[in-house]
C-alpha cells in the first residue's frame, strides 16, 4: 500500500539558511499534519491543512511557514534557520471526509542545522 | 490541550499481556483517546483509538474508563517487536491535531 512519502530524508544547513521539506500524502488523503521532535523529545505539533486551506496551527515559529497545493501535497518553508531547529520533521496524511480517525506518518525528514 | 501521562517506561516478558495505563483526567467530551507506538528514527504508528467504549483491533485492546479520565492499552501477547515508544495521545473529535504526552518506553525481555 502507497504510504507518504517525505523529502528529504536528510538535509544539512547552515545558520540562517533557508530549507523547503515536502511531504507527498497517500492518495485521496484530504488532510495534512507536520509535526517537529527534537532530539530525546516527543513529537510537537506544527501546523494542518484540509483541503488546501490551512485547519489547524500549534508551536510553529513565525520563520516557518507551510502551504498546500492542489495534487495534495505539502511544503514547509523554514527561513533564518537556527541551531535548535535541528530536528526529525514528520508529515502525517488522514482521509478525513471519509471518517478516518488515523493519522499515517511518513519515514519523516531529518533538519540538521550547524 | 488536554494532557496525558504516562509512565516513562515498563518492562515486560516476551509472550506476556502488557498492560500500558494513560491518565487524561482533563480530557473533554470531544477528546478522542488515540494510541500510537514510535520506533528510533521513525515516524509515529497508529496502534489503536476509541471515544467511549473498549476497543479491539487486531494489534491490541483499548479499555476506557467509565469517567474516561484514564484509559489502558493492551498487548495481548508481547512479542520483540513490540518493544518501542507507545504514545497515549488525545484529538479533538478524533480528525484534529495530536497532542503527545511523554510516551512509555515499553522494553521487552525474551
Known amino acids: 500500500a502507497a504510504g507518504v512519502i517525505q523529502s528529504p530524508r536528510h538535509l544539512i544547513k547552515e545558520k540562517r539558511e533557508t530549507a523547503t521539506l515536502k511531504c507527498y500524502p497517500i492518495?485521496?488523503?484530504?488532510?495534512v499534519y507536520w509535526y517537529q521532535q527534537g532530539p530525546g523529545q516527543d513529537p510537537q505539533f506544527l501546523i494542518s491543512f484540509y483541503e488546501k486551506m490551512q485547519s489547524d496551527k500549534g508551536s510553529i515559529p513565525d520563520r516557518f511557514s507551510a502551504q498546500q497545493f492542489s495534487d495534495y501535497h505539502s511544503e514547509l518553508n523554514m527561513s533564518s534557520l537556527e541551531l535548535g531547529d535541528s530536528a526529525l520533521y514528520f508529515c502525517?496524511?488522514?482521509?478525513?471526509?471519509?471518517?478516518?480517525?488515523?493519522?499515517?506518518f511518513g519515514p519523516g525528514t531529518r533538519l540538521t542545522v550547524l | 490541550d488536554a494532557k496525558t501521562t504516562q509512565p516513562n517506561s515498563m518492562e515486560s516478558n516476551e509472550e506476556e499481556p502488557v498492560h500500558l495505563p494513560c491518565n487524561h483526567s482533563t480530557i473533554s467530551g470531544t477528546d478522542y483517546i488515540h494510541w500510537y507506538r514510535q520506533l528510533p528514527s521513525q515516524g509515529p504508528e497508529y496502534v489503536i483509538h476509541?471515544?467511549?467504549s473498549n476497543v479491539n483491533n487486531r494489534m491490541a485492546s483499548l479499555a476506557i474508563a467509565e469517567d474516561r479520565k484514564s484509559s489502558t492499552l493492551i498487548l495481548h501477547r508481547a512479542t520483540l517487536r513490540d518493544a518501542a515508544v507507545y504514545y497515549c495521545?488525545?484529538?479533538?473529535?478524533?480528525?484534529?491535531?495530536?497532542?503527545f504526552g511523554t510516551g512509555t518506553r515499553l522494553t521487552i525481555i525474551p
Open positions: 495521545t488525545l484529538s479533538n473529535f478524533g480528525n484534529e491535531k495530536l497532542t
Open positions: 476509541g471515544l467511549t
Open positions: 502525517a496524511s488522514s482521509p478525513r471526509d471519509r471518517g478516518d480517525h488515523t493519522q499515517y
Open positions: 492518495p485521496r488523503h484530504d488532510t
